[in-house]
Structure formats: C-alpha cells, structure tokens
C-alpha cells in the first residue's frame, strides 16, 4: 500500500542522512569527561516531552510526511485497540475486571519521539509512566526486527531481579498499543534490535493540564498538525475507522469467553500484514 511500512522505512533512511537531527544524547554526567550517551538515535516531535533523556522537540510542522505518516496510523491503531478492548470487557467476552486506569475513549496523541536503533543498539529497561501523559501509548516499528520484553518491577516482588515476564516479536510494520497507566506503574519494558537497523516511532498525549503556562503554550503550537498529501495520510480513502470494521482492516482478535472457549471474529492474517 502506497504510504505504508515499506515507504515510511524507505523515506526515514533518506531523511535521516540530511538535516533530520537525530542524535544521541547525554544519559549520564552530562558535560562532564564520564558524560555517557544514549544507545540509540532520537528526535522528539510535537509537544514537548519530558523524561530520563534532555530532547528537544520539534514542531510537527517541520517533521517530514513519513513521521507524519507514523503518527496518522498510531491514531488509528490506538482507537481500534481501546474500542476493541471495551467491546470485549462489556460485552462479557473476558473475566477480568476493568481498572480504572483504563480510559473508555481514545485521546489524540499530540507528540512523537522518533528513535533510530544500529546494530547492537538497544534500550534498556523502563517504563512511560511520566504522569504528564494521557493512557495510551502506540509505538510503530519499521525496519529490523526486535524483541520486546516486560517486567514486574522489583518493588512488587520478592527479588531485586528484574525477570521477564512476557516477550514477543516485534516485526516490521508492527504496532505496539499500550492502554492503561497501571501497566508502567507495575511493569517495565525493553527493547533489543535483532538486526542492522531499526526505527521506533512511538507515540504519546501530553496531557496539557500538567504543564506550566509557558510549556502548555509550546505543546499547542509545536503539536499543531500540517496538511499531510494523499499518499502519505491514513486510514486511505474508502477504508473504514470503527470497531465494527477491523475484519475489513485484517486485524486478528482472539477472545477468551466465561466458558473456556476461544472465539476467533476475524481472519489470522499472520504478523506480516500490511495497512
């Protein structure tokens, strides 16, 4: 599909080699002779976002169609995935209660922190609990693949080692949806590229209520949306949005009814399909 995983990879290697910025920045000692960097390439965009790593953020106006592109179908991942997921609690297709810090509707995100990974980079283990963000938190991966992995943080166990807990595979063209933000409060996650090159754009809400006048002033003006052309917006033109729909989308769900049966409501595309 024109616009898709395959030309957003592409168009980020283009960019990435003129005036994109993505740098490794100070961890550690910033300044200092022991100053240690980041294992992996970033760029933020949109409203500013504040974590372990100094970034600046750039305007989206300023960042190229394909990052534009990544946030478009992180939009319409992270929608699908919270309406699937509220199908499934209220219409008694799961046992296990709703936590409250699950939201019921999705909120746009208004920022993305691109990261470029080589070979042997990686990022360590840490959660998006920053409690400047809203609830969803979508990462698009293109490129190498990479194995995803979460932990219980150790303050909820026994041991001071941090065990995994749940690992996958993480695939090019793949969309990662966290929803909820007891997931970082209890859990970690890494990642580890398993090949030469790799992109995440992972994208958040940067609840504007949190910040400062002068911050809260930035985030509006820098998480502005530019017009985006044809071939790079998404969902295309004729595609459906809502949940009644993801069958026609090629998405895979499969829920665990009250009587231990499983009910497949869409066809296994397996995990190289393509929207």
Not at 111 to 120: A, P, R, T
Not at 236 to 252: A, F, H, R, V
Request: charged residues 25%; positive net charge; hydrophobic residues 30%.
């Amino acid at each position: 599909m024109k616009g898709g995983a395959d030309d957003m990879w592409e168009a980020l290697q283009y960019e990435t080699i003129s005036d994109f910025c993505l740098q490794r920045n100070p961890v550690k000692h910033a300044g200092l002779p022991t100053e240690v960097l980041t294992r992996h390439f970033l760029q933020n965009w949109g409203a500013p976002y504040k974590f372990a790593v100094p970034a600046s953020s750039k305007p989206f106006k300023e960042a190229p169609q394909s990052i534009l592109a990544g946030l478009n179908k992180a939009k319409w991942a992270g929608k699908i995935a919270v309406q699937q997921m509220q199908a499934i609690t209220k219409g008694g297709l799961t046992t296990s209660a709703q936590c409250k810090s699950v939201s019921e509707k999705f909120t746009d995100f208004n920022e993305l922190l691109s990261l470029g990974y080589m070979e042997n980079d990686k990022i360590s283990y840490h959660d998006d609990g920053e409690d400047t963000l809203g609830p969803t938190v979508a990462t698009l991966s293109l490129g190498s693949p990479a194995q995803m992995a979460f932990c219980i943080k150790p303050k909820y166990t026994d041991s001071s080692k941090k065990t995994d807990i749940l690992k996958f595979s993480f695939r090019h063209g793949d969309i990662v949806i966290m929803h909820g933000t007891r997931i970082h409060q209890m859990y970690e996650h890494r990642v580890e590229p398993k090949g030469k090159r790799r992109f995440a754009l992972t994208c958040r809400n940067i609840i504007l209520d949190t910040l400062n006048k002068k911050t809260r002033h930035e985030a509006i003006e820098k998480g502005a949306l530019p017009d985006i052309t044809p071939f790079w917006d998404y969902p295309k033109p004729g595609q459906n949005t809502e949940l009644g729909d993801i069958e026609t989308q090629g998405l895979q769900s499969v829920v665990k009814k009250p009587s231990g049966k499983r009910t497949r409501t869409s066809k296994d595309t397996g995990h190289k399909s393509k929207v």
